[in-house]
């Protein structure tokens, strides 16, 4: 018989077997790359997210904790809110540089909403 707390921890916590399939759990440096202000580690980063099959699962959950900063579900966070876009500290460059360039990794749709009401 489950104890009493084991019974209100199964009934009280939200389901996260999700993470076991999810990309960055094998992905060399995770912790350094998803929240690193190199923007190379950043694009690096959401190229991992851009594959990975629980990605709407991890932006719902970063969305609903605000996460105050890292890489979440393909979008960069900061205080909890979402970028557009992530620059290089400093005036921008005329022509970006390559290591600028971020992949685009598209919210999903049942998101859109509540990723919008929380981009910077
Ligand atoms: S979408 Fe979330 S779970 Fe998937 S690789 Fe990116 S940070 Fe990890």
Redesign the pocket.
Known sequence: MPSLVATQLNTSLPDRS??D?????T?TN?AAI?FSEDLGDIAH??S????????????EG?LDRREPW?????QVFLNGRMLAVKRRRGRPPKTPRPGDLMPV?SVPAHLAEQARRLTA
């Open positions: 999700w993470e399939t999810a990309a960055c759990r992905a995770a998803f980063a959401k991992i997210c851009a594959d990975c099959v629980v990605l709407a699962e991890c932006l970063a890292g890489v979440w579900g393909g990794v």
